[in-house]
């Protein structure tokens, strides 16, 4: 099926003019209008796919679910959304998802395109790899929350921003749930940056589906606590509901019955099962009526794009023009357009029976994760270190190859193992089951890979201890002696504001962004109550402490040679 010309011209032709979209909240576990109307997600996953990374041994051990190692914008191509639109809006959506886009591109003819057709946006702000927390290896660094934010910054102008999503099925196995404090950690700083940045867009996180205990846990970890730290919004990617299947036996039951006690707004992230086909979306219906909009609110239908795996509901032209849709699509128009989303509970019914907050659950069995989260990155204490205290540093060209670094990281790591000195990596390091993390754990990967190459340099200062296969190099301004280098690492952890929590707070450019209508995306922010100098990489987010004292369990901050080795 293919949509006539007159047809697109007549829908693109009813977008200008339209006034800009309303913000959407929450109240208690569901969402509304400032009208106090409810609203609930009709949408639709829109991401082209990707290439598919080559599967590691680390990813096999973590379920060998394929990965993508490229992606395609949806959002900055004018062309693309000019032809699409139409699309969508004859599906009857009113959301769409996105999961990566470039923040260096110009989004802007799409997503006014998309707001003048009352299309929302839920925008993950993770990318592929290296752009994201990473399961095997869980750390929430300050080139993970220079990115988030960069990001963020290049859409804080746009009115349909429904939420921004901090991770997707980062943690896929009980084995890996130790990743949850980390990402919990990302929600709590990016929930702070748009508090300040003035943004009321949601924080959200999707999960993978899984049994019900670990399904529930996983929810239960991620909402709970106090407004600060838990997301506003949990999406399940749940493809249970296969063919023609009910309530009951699609196992929506179990799962409408394990979510209802989260206080926070809930729905299918990612829904649409193809096992069974044909995909007759009898799921819609029962998604925005009782007892599953009970809990839900809505859900993100997979995908708009054509998969390789056979999900998608379009095909394009050899020229990228022309749409034709697939049955696929016709089901699902004709299922939400015939669908009414609930209209209750009332916004202040929702506000007086809102759940209370859910105490966090102990490490257990099914949860590897400690309810004590990683502090939030300081950039301006990591350079620091970097420039003052560490004497050998990777190169700048092997520092942005990922893989050189993951590699050199372990390399030196094992060095110091076998060193006898006393030395390890524990400084770099985090653990979310002990809820014990490292003073550097919050680096970015290059600046751990110096620390660990400085301190097998210190163990013995000769040049070719810091070579590391031509790599590396020395700091012009390397510390004379190992206590040089320890005072020098003091006096930067020291200029930390104690407590290792904060908020980045934005500078006047990205505040005035927000009300922005056109142009370049802003970016940068300041440091709250510190009177100290910013360095160049310092200048896209600033950090002002919230809570005083050190994270519990956390490795001290003074940096300490000895034997000719780094401790910190």
Not at 493 to 498: D, E, I, K, R, V
Request: hydrophobic residues 35%.
């Amino acid at each position: 099926m293919r949509i006539s010309p007159w047809a697109v011209s007549a829908v693109l032709a009813a977008l200008h003019g339209v006034q800009s979209l309303p913000q959407i909240t929450r109240t208690g576990k569901y969402l509304y209008d400032p009208s106090g109307n409810r609203f609930s997600i009709k949408g639709v996953a829109y991401q082209p796919e990707g290439a598919v990374a080559a599967n590691s041994s680390a990813n096999a051990a973590n379920g060998g679910f394929p990965e993508p190692s490229s992606y395609v914008d949806p959002l900055s191509s004018s062309q693309n959304c000019s032809r699409d639109i139409p699309y969508l809006t004859q599906l009857g959506v009113n959301a769409v998802r996105v999961y990566s886009v470039n923040s260096s591109l110009n989004h802007d003819a799409c997503m006014s395109a998309l707001s003048a057709a009352g299309i929302y946006v839920m925008l993950d702000i993770s990318l592929p790899l290296n752009g994201s927390i990473d399961r095997a290896s869980p750390a929430w660094s300050t080139n993970l929350l220079d990115e988030y934010t960069t990001t963020i910054n290049a859409f804080l102008k746009y009115d349909n921003v429904l939420a921004f999503n901090i991770g997707n099925e980062v943690v896929n196995l009980v084995s890996n749930t130790n990743a949850a404090p980390f990402v919990k950690a990302a929600a709590r700083d990016i929930k702070a940056y748009l508090k300040g940045v003035g943004s009321k867009a949601l924080v959200g996180y999707s999960a993978v589906d899984g049994d019900a205990a670990f399904r529930n846990a996983l929810a239960e970890y991620m909402t709970c606590g106090d407004d600060t730290v838990r997301v506003d919004i949990y999406g399940l990617n749940n493809y249970e509901w296969c063919g023609n299947e009910n309530v009951n036996s699609s196992n929506w039951n179990v799962i409408t019955q394990g979510f209802s006690n989260l206080p926070v707004a809930t729905y299918m992230s990612e829904y649409g099962c193809i096992t069974s086909p044909p995909r007759l979306w009898t799921e819609v219906p029962a998604l925005f009526s009782s007892p599953v909009s009970d809990v839900f609110s809505g859900g993100m239908a997979f995908s708009y794009f054509p998969t390789s795996d056979g999900y998608g509901m379009v095909t394009f032209s050899a020229d990228g023009q022309t749409v034709t849709v697939s049955a696929d699509y016709t089901r699902l128009s004709t299922q939400y357009n015939a669908t009414k989303t609930p209209t209750t509970p009332s916004q202040s019914s929702a506000s007086s029976a809102a759940p209370g907050a859910l105490t966090c659950p102990s490490v257990n069995a099914t949860l590897l994760a400690s309810s004590t989260l990683p502090p939030t990155p300081d950039e301006s204490v990591c350079n620091c270190v970097n420039q003052n205290a560490l004497a050998c540093r990777v190169t700048q060209t092997s520092a942005n190859e990922p893989n050189v670094v993951g590699a050199l990281t372990d390399y030196a790591c094992s060095l110091l193992g076998s060193t006898n000195s006393g030395a390890s990596c524990d400084a770099i390091g985090g653990n979310g089951t002990s809820g014990t993390y490292g003073s550097l754990s919050m680096c970015s990967p290059a600046i751990k890979l110096s620390y660990a190459m400085s301190a097998y340099y210190e163990f013995n200062p000769v040049d070719s201890s810091c070579d590391f296969s031509g790599n590396a190099t020395l700091n012009p301004n390397k510390p004379n002696t190992a206590q040089d280098a320890s005072t020098a690492a003091s006096s930067c952890l020291a200029s930390q504001p104690s407590g290792g929590v904060y908020t980045p707070t934005p500078t006047t450019s990205v505040a005035a962004s927000t009300s922005a209508s056109s142009g370049a995306s802003a970016s940068g922010t300041n440091r709250s109550g510190s009177n100290s100098s910013s360095s160049a990489g310092e200048a896209r987010y600033g950090i002002a402490f919230l809570a005083r004292g050190w994270i519990g369990g956390v490795v001290g901050v003074v940096g300490v040679f000895i034997g000719g080795a780094v401790l910190l």
